[in-house]
Each structure stands twice: as structure tokens, then as C-alpha cells.
Nanobody, 123 residues
Framework: QVQLVESGGGSVQAGGSLRLSCAASGETYKIYCMGWFRQAPGKEREGIATIYTLAGTAYYADSVKSRFTISHDNATYLQMNSLKPEDTAMYYC???????????????????WGQGTQVTVSS
């Protein structure tokens, strides 16, 4: 079993920054791919970033590319800069399996979810 706990959410003004953290416990040796998802009320759940933990290879959705950075160093992080009101959502940390030797966002399917942390961006 793997357990994930997110932290670092909060309220910021547009243009501000936040850094989300995700701590993993349990059978962490089985984790190769980590990913961040978000979901706003009335909208579909969106995968926004994934990372291959051993190599640090990262992938991003177009909606956050150039503004968000995913990284892994014991814990998994999501640095969010130049935040927009459209980024307001519940953010979830996830763990999943590799697809054809990679953690490409397009083919990423999470197996474990954290409880979520709220991010609110005001204009």
C-alpha cells in the first residue's frame, strides 16, 4: 500500500505563487511515476503534470506549461508561478505505473490518490 498526503494549498492573488508538496509512505519502492491532477467545480478532472521519479523527466499539460514545475526529491512538489483565477481548483497528488518505460502525461493512469489540497486564486 502507498499513502499520499498533499500540503501547501491556500489563497493567493493573481500573479502570485504557491508550492504544493506531496509526501508518500508505505511501499514507495513501487512508485516510478507521480502526477498532479486538479478539478474545479463543474469541470472535468485534469491531469496537469507527471514525472518519472528516478530520472526527473517531466511532462506538462498545455494549460500550465511554462508556469508550473513538477519535481521530485524524496517528496514530490508542484511549484506554481504566475497563478491565474482559472487555476482555482482542488489539487491532487497521485502515483501510477509506467507506460512503455515512461511516465508520459498522455498515457498516465494514477493508481493512488491523495486527499487533495485547495488552491484559490483571486483576481
Amino acid at each position: 500500500q502507498v499513502q499520499l498526503v498533499e500540503s501547501g494549498g491556500g489563497s493567493v492573488q493573481a500573479g502570485g505563487s504557491l508550492r504544493l508538496s506531496c509526501a508518500a509512505s508505505g511501499e514507495t519502492y513501487k512508485i516510478y511515476c507521480m502526477g498532479w491532477f486538479r478539478q474545479a467545480p463543474g469541470k472535468e478532472r485534469e491531469g496537469i503534470a507527471t514525472i518519472y521519479t528516478l530520472a526527473g523527466t517531466a511532462y506538462y499539460a498545455d494549460s500550465v506549461k511554462s508556469r508550473f514545475t513538477i519535481s521530485h526529491d524524496n517528496a514530490t512538489y508542484l511549484q506554481m508561478n504566475s497563478l491565474k483565477p482559472e487555476d482555482t481548483a482542488m489539487y491532487y497528488c497521485t502515483a501510477g505505473a509506467m507506460y512503455d518505460g515512461a511516465c508520459t502525461l498522455t498515457f498516465y493512469r494514477p493508481n493512488v490518490w491523495g486527499q487533495g489540497t485547495q488552491v484559490t486564486v483571486s483576481s
